[in-house]
């Protein structure tokens, strides 16, 4: 994997912590790709603002994600970052909503890293986007979200060793509250987070980023099978 010519995609990459690992890695100089799902518009000028190509797939559908990564061919990085957060009592909570959480947290990461990993290169770079709520669930009415995160974290050991003899890593990226429009800084919910953490203020999507490119940068090609927090001290 040479550095200055990566081929890179990110799996839910409109908005959030995703447009800003699109953006960090454009600025690289890689070759960039994200997709989206519903947000048209933003995805839109993100491809106009850094020259990374939009391409509108729903992840919960495995075989158009499947699909996707297919047609990108020899990726040096995948990233997954697309993610649903579904909150409540677990007596009330839809069945059916909390069914579609799992699909895109837990099924679409699964089946992205295998089919990436199937075509590429040597050396290459997994990075899934869990949380510290697979480690802490602090609060009430998480548990089917730490459900979805906790089991990002056995997938990254268990494909860490079954990649790693191609030099292939496999890393989880655990952000705490994050200022986006899942989880606002302004948000009801900020003081309560805030309570939880050493450093109280949201994380910044581009603090995420900056992980996410250290894991997929030269000087990380030994770190793997872990989780790596970036959460303010919430999960301290
Ligand atoms: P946002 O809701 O702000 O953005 C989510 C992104 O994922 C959007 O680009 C969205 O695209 C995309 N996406 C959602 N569903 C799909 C889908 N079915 N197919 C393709 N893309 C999809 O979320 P965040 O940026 O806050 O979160 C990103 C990740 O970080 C998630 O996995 C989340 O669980 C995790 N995380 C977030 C924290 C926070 O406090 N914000 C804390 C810890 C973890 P579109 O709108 O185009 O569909």
Redesign the pocket.
Same mark, same amino acid.
């Given at each position: 994997m040479t550095e200055d010519s990566r081929k890179i995609l990110v @799996?839910? &990459?409109?908005? &959030? @912590?995703? $447009?800003a690992i699109v953006q960090r890695f454009a600025e690289n100089g890689d070759s960039v790709a994200f997709?989206?799902? &519903?947000?048209a518009e933003?995805?839109a000028t993100l491809q106009k603002n850094t020259g990374a190509v939009a391409v509108l797939?729903? $992840?919960?559908d495995r075989e158009a994600l499947i699909a996707v990564i297919r047609a990108q061919g020899k990726l040096d990085v995948l990233v997954v970052?697309?993610?649903? %957060?579904v909150l409540g009592n677990p007596l009330d909570l839809d069945a059916d909503a909390v069914d579609r959480m799992i699909d %895109?947290?837990v099924r679409a990461p699964y089946h992205a890293a295998v089919e990436a990993a199937r075509s590429m290169a040597e050396g290459g770079r997994i990075i899934i @986007?869990g949380?510290?709520n697979g480690d802490r669930m602090p609060f009430e009415g998480g548990a089917a979200y730490a459900l979805t995160k906790s089991a990002m974290q056995g997938m990254a050991r268990g494909l860490a060793r079954d990649f790693g003899a191609r030099g292939i890593t496999v890393n989880v990226v655990q /952000?705490? /509250?994050?200022d986006?429009?899942?989880?606002p800084a302004n948000g009801p919910m900020s003081d309560a987070m805030h309570s939880f953490m050493a450093i109280k203020r949201h994380v910044r /999507?581009t603090e995420v980023a900056g992980m996410v490119l250290w894991l997929a940068g030269p000087d990380a090609g030994a770190v793997t099978g872990a989780m790596h927090t970036i959460d303010g001290g919430f999960g301290a």
């Open positions: @799996i839910g &990459g409109s908005r &959030g @912590i995703g $447009a997709t989206y799902a &519903g947000s933003a995805a797939s729903d $992840a919960s970052n697309a993610g649903a %957060l %895109l947290n @986007i949380s510290v /952000p705490g /509250p994050t986006t429009d899942m989880n /999507p």
